[in-house]
């Protein structure tokens, strides 16, 4: 069964920690819900801009309907990893995501946090939770590449529909 986000977090919170697991095929997708209901164990699964694109976001959204009705006993999350905005309100709209990642960290800190906003506002209208990555990291992650020289001090802003700021630069 597909929750939201602030559900899984209401359940596990002060008590154990939830998986989030990056999939992008059949295998994946089987391996993980075998797991975890075996485990007895909610769990949240992570689907990034290069996943949608290498199975086509149908394809993985199907794979994943289907082992909802294989392993009925299943309790996850759909989270977008790593979003840009356009991917973000895609996910958004199409009422199988629990919560997004917005990543406009090649952006200037400002941009950032306006995109972060619209972001926000338009997942929230929907009960969407939202991470939002507001620094960079130095290395690379899917097609962002940061030299060490111009990475900044990672914060990562994680908020759920109810909350509305956003943390400010080094809060």
């Known amino acids: 069964m597909i929750v939201t986000t602030k559900q899984l977090y209401q359940v596990a ?3 154990f920690a939830v998986g ?3 999939i992008n095929n059949m295998e994946q997708i089987l391996g993980l819900f075998r797991g975890n209901v075996q485990s007895q164990a909610p769990f949240i699964i992570q689907l990034s801009k290069g996943a949608r694109k290498y199975a086509d976001k149908r394809m993985l959204e199907a794979l994943i309907r289907t082992a909802e009705k294989m392993f009925g006993d299943a309790i996850f999350a759909v989270h977008l990893d790593h979003g840009d905005e356009e991917t973000c309100y895609d996910c958004i709209d199409s009422g199988f995501y629990s919560s997004v990642m917005i990543d ?7 941009e950032n946090i306006a995109i972060t906003k619209r972001v ?3 997942a929230h209208q929907k009960g969407i939770s939202v991470e ?4 960079q990291l130095g290395g690379v992650e899917e097609d962002i590449k940061v030299d060490r020289a111009s990475r900044s001090k990672k914060s990562s802003a994680s908020m759920r529909p109810g909350e509305n700021s956003i943390p400010r630069r080094g809060a």
Do not use: I, M, Q, T
């Open 13 to 15: 919170y002060g008590k």
């Open 20 to 22: 989030a697991y990056n």
């Open 104 to 110: 406009a960290s090649h952006e200037s800190f400002e």
């Open 120 to 122: 926000v506002d338009r």
């Open 132 to 135: 939002a990555e507001l620094g």
